[in-house]
């Protein structure tokens, strides 16, 4: 029997790890696809954008993953996937003198598991695509890293008159994250001495909501929207819809126009556009593939999905699954448990999803959470406890990747590098 996962994110990745691992499957083929050869964990995208990590110490090798684990890795993107015929359609790789290097491929599989993640929704907003950077794959976190370079450089020249602004749009965890950890950056520049003048930079944070971080509890929000005000100096903008973006900033509905050297769109995710090539996988009107409370495609029973790509009915209220990092794994988690009891029909549990809390980390000043305990109560923390919190979430990650003792000597090698390396990558 073979499993086809394709995407190696969140979700894919620890599902691969999971099913690879398992020995009394031998005669089982896993076979795990991406686009990228590496993996970094998307919820660290905003510290590579901003310098606070950098991606080449971070990133895992899919092929080296594949040995430890037991799956095989397949390098490039889906084009395509035909269930009448069991296949996925890959493209090929070229090198940089744009030579083809690996040529399009189709791999047969008798179950595909899809994990795309997700892409940028810029809402049809005229100038986005054009004038926006992006945060949602690692060469656009990189982009923005190597951007706001440049505008270093060019700020430190800047005569008196002119100021270095940055808009980002979109006051989600990764909008608020990203202000935060750009509000570090700049704080660090300025201590190592760049000639960047602190009272002539800023952060605007634009949001369309009535307050940052509409989907998360009012009192984590709030706490989060004064830290930032008063502690970081970002200037957040709420109840500001989006008309248009241009090479000199966003222009607002009600007409305002913030002046931006570098604009970041973080205001929302749709569904992977590849996903329109495979007419047969249903869809629902934001480009998610709808499955069943089995993860189950409903078009085809032998397709599952999971993770941002998926649409994930919630138990109770009609709502879907949210696309986090928490809810990838949980997914991930409790497929693999279902294929490795030979059960992936329509009968046994139900996948349902727990929200064990939010947190929400503003560099290295603080972070805060609510946490649940699966009823109805809940605690707030704040501080090095919801920093700590947070970190487990990476480390969690970690664990099902690499194990137990490679994930606790990463926390080790982790704390050596802090004494040795400088806290932002200038190059
Ligand atoms: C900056 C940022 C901060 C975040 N912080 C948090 C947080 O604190 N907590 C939280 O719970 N969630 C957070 N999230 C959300 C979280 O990262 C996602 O919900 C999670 O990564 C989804 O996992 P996934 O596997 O579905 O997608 P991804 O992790 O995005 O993985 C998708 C994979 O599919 C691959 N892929 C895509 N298209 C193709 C193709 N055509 N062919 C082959 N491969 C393809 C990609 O290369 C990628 O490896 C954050 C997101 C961002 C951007």
Redesign the pocket.
């Known amino acids: 029997m073979r499993t086809v996962i ?7 990745l620890e599902m691969a790890c999971m099913l690879g691992r398992d020995k009394s499957r031998a005669d089982d083929d896993v076979i795990l ?4 050869p590496t ?1 970094i964990w ?2 660290l ?2 510290q590579v954008a901003a310098g606070t990590l950098n991606s080449f110490q971070d990133e895992l090798s899919y092929l080296y993953l594949g040995r430890r684990n037991g799956f095989r890795f397949e390098l490039g ?2 084009k395509g996937v035909n269930p009448d015929r069991d296949r996925v359609r890959l493209g090929a790789l070229h090198d940089q003198a744009g030579e083809v290097a690996l040529p399009e491929r189709v791999i047969q599989y008798d179950r595909l598991v899809l ?4 892409e940028v929704n810029d809402f049809g907003v005229p100038g986005v695509k054009e004038h926006a950077y992006f ?3 690692r060469e656009q976190a990189e982009g923005v890293h190597r951007a706001l370079l440049y505008e270093l450089a060019r700020a430190s020249v800047m005569q008196r008159d002119q100021r270095f602004d940055i808009v980002i749009v979109g006051a989600g ?2 909008g608020v ?2 202000s935060a950890e750009l509000s570090y950056a700049l704080d660090v520049v300025r201590d190592y001495g760049a000639g960047v003048d602190r009272e002539r930079t800023g952060i605007t944070l634009v949001e369309q909501a009535p307050r940052v971080l509409p989907p998360l509890p009012e009192d984590l929000a709030g706490a989060v929207q004064k830290s930032l005000t008063e502690a970081l100096g970002v200037n957040v903008e709420c109840n500001a819809g989006v008309a248009q973006v241009n090479q000199d900033g966003v222009v607002l509905n009600d007409g305002r126009e913030l002046k931006a050297r570098m604009t970041i769109w973080t205001a929302g995710v749709k569904g ?1 556009g ?1 996903l329109a090539e495979s007419p047969t996988v249903e869809t629902d009107k934001r480009g998610h593939v709808v499955v069943d409370r089995h993860l189950r495609s409903t078009g085809d029973p032998r397709i599952h999905a ?4 998926a649409a994930i009915p919630m138990a109770d209220d009609g709502g879907l699954v949210p ?4 809810a ?1 794994h949980q997914e991930s988690a409790y497929l693999a448990k279902r294929i490795l009891k030979g059960d992936t029909g329509a009968g046994g549990e139900p996948f349902l999803y727990r929200d064990y809390g939010s ?1 929400v980390s503003l560099a290295n000043y603080t972070a805060y959470g609510k946490l649940f305990s699966g009823g109805t109560r809940s605690l707030s923390i704040d501080g090095w406890m919801a920093k700590a919190a947070y970190k487990s ?1 990476y480390r969690g990650h970690q664990k099902t990747l690499l194990g137990y003792p490679a994930m606790m000597m990463g926390v080790l090698v982790d704390r050596l590098r802090k004494t040795v390396e400088p806290s932002l990558k200038m190059h």
Request: proline share 10%.
């Open positions: 394709v995407g190696a994110g969140s979700a894919g696809v991406d686009k990228g993996h998307k919820p995208f905003h993107p889906l994990a795309l993640g997700s945060l949602d794959s965890a990764t994250e990203l992977p590849v999971i993770g941002d790509c696309p986090r990092a928490q990838a947190l979430l």
